[in-house]
């Protein structure tokens, strides 16, 4: 194996690697921002709407 062909596969190689890390990157990020609060739309609000209705139903149940 020359000195060329080695540099081919260790830039192919490190390619593919910064190809994972910027998909991998982009998926976290993607998640991550579904946890934080937007005024509505992300999930991290949908759980806090959730939680006041679940509150709001078992104070009523528990009156009577």
């Known amino acids: 194996m020359s000195g060329q ?6 830039v192919a190689i490190t ?3 910064g190809g994972l890390t ?3 990157n982009f998926i976290v ?3 991550l921002s579904e946890l ?3 005024s509505g739309s992300s999930m991290k609000d949908q759980m806090t709407r959730l939680e006041a209705r679940v509150d709001e139903l078992f104070i009523v149940m528990t009156r009577k």
């Open 5 to 10: 062909d080695f540099a081919a596969i260790l």
């Open 15 to 17: 390619t593919i690697l």
């Open 22 to 24: 910027a998909m991998i």
């Open 29 to 31: 990020k993607h998640y």
């Open 36 to 38: 934080k609060p937007n």
